[in-house]
Structure formats: C-alpha cells, structure tokens
C-alpha cells in the first residue's frame, strides 16, 4: 500500500508532497482509498461532504467504531502525515482478519477531506462540515489563492457542492472514532515508546494581519519619505517570537502575500499569516493579544494601516476519557500519555462523538516536511497497536 501510495501527488523538484484538495493528486488518492476498500469487499461511499468511507457490516446498525484519517498535505509536506493513519487502518483490518476476529459491531475505515487547509485556508473542512462547525455559507466563501471558489473546485472534481453540510446521521452511527497518526513532535522519541496515547490538543487558530502601506519606486522614494509595511510586518514576526517564548507557547508567521510584489518596489500590502497554538486558553489569548498590539505601535510608527482578522480557530480538545482510559487498558498501562499542539479530525469529531488518538514515534519531530519519517518497525508497530484497540472495541461483546 505504502509504495502504490507513494508516488501520488510528489514534487519532483523539492521531494515533498503537494496533494491538495479537489485537484489531480487528490483525485489519484481518492482512487486508491477506493481501491482498497473495493480489494477488500468493504462497502465503499462518498458522503455529503465528499469524505470517503469503507463499511464492514452494516452502517445502519449504530455504535460504528470507525478509524482513519487523511491523505491531503501542506505544500511540500512529508509523506505521513495523514496517509499513516489510512494506510494502518487497512493494515489493522488485514491484521484482525488474519487472527479471525469476529466482529460484532460496524467497523469503518475514513479518509476526511481537506484535513490541512492548504488550498482553502482553512483546516479539518471535511470533518468541520459534517459535525456541522462550517456553515454552508461560510464554505461556499472559501478561495484558493487562484480565486477559485470551494465549490467551484468541487465541481471541477466531478462533485456536487450543492450536497454539503452537517451530517448528523452518519456521526450519530459511530461509538467511537480513532485516528492513528505520526507524532508530530520527539516526545515519543525521547521516552523509548513506538506507540503512545493522546491526552489532548492545544487550542489553536490562525489570525491575516493586512499591512497597507503605499506602493513607490524603491530606487528613488527617500527612507524618511516611505509608508513600507514591509518594516511593520517583519517587526511583527520577530514580536510573535518573543510573546511565544513568554508563554512558554508557539506562534508562526509561516506564509505571506505581498502586492505588488516587485523587486524594485516599496509594497503597498503585506499579508500575513499567524499560526499560534499554546497548552491552554489563557496562554493562548496572551501570546495574540500580544502580537497584535504590538503589530498596531509598529504600524502607527510607519503610517501603516492595520486589520488583523481572525480566519480559523479551534478550542482546547480533551479527549473523551472513558475512551482513551480503554486503549490504555488494552495497550497497557505504561503506554505514554501525551497532549499536542497540531490539530486533528479526531479533534473536530470530538464534539460529536467519543474520538481517540495514538501516536507513531517520529525520531527527529519533523513534520510538515519532506524529512518527515517513521522507521518501519514503528510503523508496524503502530499498526499491532491499533488492531489490538479496533478488536478491543469492535469484536467485544
């Protein structure tokens, strides 16, 4: 599965992995998830919202224990991130079949849609649809940096965007959703585990900080006589830096859209985008809070005008326990229990549904990236790890 996946959607020029939603690569992802499902006599659907689904037993029966993931990426992005998850849970599910479980209740595999936001913006739009935490309106809203129009890339897919929305009666089928993933951090790897248990994830949002300046040439306008947002936008990234450290939180400016963009002119706007995410609420509100005032005296102090507008944000997510206390039970007691601050589908789920999440060691923490890696035995590891909860959970009486 691994090396028919591979190739699908890989950057020549950079060896990262750029599958982004509704286009080519996504389409080619979609095609295998739907093979292995149809391999495997699953019963395969597309919902509403255009997240894949692979059925053992019957959906209408209720108390569905349903894994999976995702197989989008971020620009460039490393190659398990998301697709570890999907790929495992068909493992597991070859895994339990060898050692002859017998099911008694619906298992399902998943593939959300649009998990990474990296075309739209916005993060988790598959699964933030169908709990009902992305209003219609709100997604129809959603561009490309093209100006394409979510639905308009659906349509363009072969999908029809007219369908979506919240999707009450499929989630009201699951008990309980767990989603494998790589660890997108070392602490894995500094505690000697392969495999551990997710605690919670950190609240988290993304805030477009607009500094509009004036455009002239760079060659003849005077230093004194410059309104640059430039100046104000790198003050302000460096400013991130240092309320983050404060907080003992995290926070990025890790993408940016300058107009008019010319080498030999003063720009007229720089956007900004700020990712920031922290162990709790407080600390959180801080670090932005923070950074924005601080944005406001640097642009006051170079004529800039700013708006800073909140695009995306997701409150803290404890993991429902009872669940994640039985994986603990059927993993062991000395698995390890950690929080993370990278926002998942499980997360958005959680509000709907009892959701879990283990993690696969990750030897260097890298992530969102094309060295992001994860040794085989982990890997295999974490597969052995998840059969154990899917039988623990779906072949239980």
Known sequence: MWRDLAPIGRAADSGGYRRYAWTAADADCRAWFKAQAESRGLTYELDRNGNQWAWLGDPAAGGAVVTGSHLDSVPDGGAFDGPLGVVSSFAALDELRRRGAEFTKPLAITNFGDEEGARFGLACVGSRLAAGQLTVDKAYELRDADGITLPQAMERAGYDPTTIGPDPDRLARIGAFVELHVEQGRALDLTGNRVGIA?????????????????????????????????????????????????????????????????????????????SRAADQQSLDTVVAGVEKAAREYADRHGIDLDVVRESFTPVVEFEHTLRDELARILGTDTPVLGTGAGHDAGILSASVPTAMLFVRNPTGVSHSPAEYAAEDDCLAGVAALADVLEGLACSS
């Open 199 to 275: 605690s919670a994830i950190w609240p988290h949002g993304r805030w477009r900080f607009d500094f509009r300046g004036e455009a002239n040439h760079a060659g003849t306008t005077r230093l004194a006589d410059r309104r640059d947002p430039m100046l104000s936008y790198a003050e302000t990234v460096l400013a991130a830096r240092r309320e983050a450290e404060l907080a003992g939180a995290v926070a990025t400016f890790g993408k940016i859209s300058v107009e008019p963009n010319g080498v030999n002119a003063i720009p007229s706007l720089v956007r900004g985008w700020l990712d």
